[in-house]
């Protein structure tokens, strides 16, 4: 009977280990620097678009192993004017083209927290070009496959609900160090 009863328990045991779910990235695989390689707009019906940053935008997002973030976008294409290249000489700009400079680019700046169970990272914004960004929260899914990382937000725009979907490749390191 006790054998019977060694039996049934290791095949339990060996049947919740086996739906159990597989481990999640590890969380610092985050870590580091990613270049941006696309942006992209999915509506509910699954039509992919471009409408804020491009085709072809640039940017850098960084993680910091102290729980420090930050992220950058320059729109495709690019902005081109002030061409002066002082704070005091862009102040001086006509404001249509400091507001070009404005509308092709996008930053912010904070702490984040990973949620590996979730597979979200949880940006908490302290800085942003965007001055109502200030405080917000903000959540994104993350997957990382074959060097890429991939951030996916939901948002309420134009009318309806959007999927964001942020893709990055890690950054080379610099051969200068």
């Not at 590890?26 to 409408?51: C, F, H, K």
């Not at 002066?84 to 400091?98: C, L, Y």
């Not at 092709?104 to 904070?110: E, N, Q, R, S, V």
Request: aromatic share 8%; no cysteine.
């Amino acid at each position: 009977m006790s054998r019977i009863r060694m039996l049934m328990t290791a095949a339990l045991i060996l049947i919740g280990s086996a739906s159990a779910e597989p481990p999640k990235t590890d969380t610092s695989d985050l870590i580091g620097a990613w270049q941006l390689v696309s942006v992209e707009t999915i509506s509910p019906r699954g039509e992919i678009t471009y409408p804020f940053y491009g085709r072809k935008p640039q940017g850098l997002l960084i993680y910091d192993p102290s729980g420090w973030m930050s992220i950058q976008i320059v729109s495709d294409p690019k902005p081109m004017v002030p061409k002066d290249d002082t704070r005091a000489g862009f102040i001086k700009s006509p404001t249509t083209e400091r507001a070009a400079a404005a509308d092709g680019y996008y930053a912010y700046l904070g702490t984040f927290t990973i949620d590996p169970q979730e597979s979200s990272v949880t940006h908490h914004i302290k800085e942003s070009l965007y001055p109502a960004e200030r405080g917000q929260i903000v959540v994104r899914h993350y997957t990382i496959a074959d060097g890429h990382l991939t951030l996916i937000a939901k948002f309420r725009e134009m009318g309806e609900e959007h999927q964001r979907r942020l893709t990055w490749e890690r950054a080379p390191r610099d051969s200068r160090s």
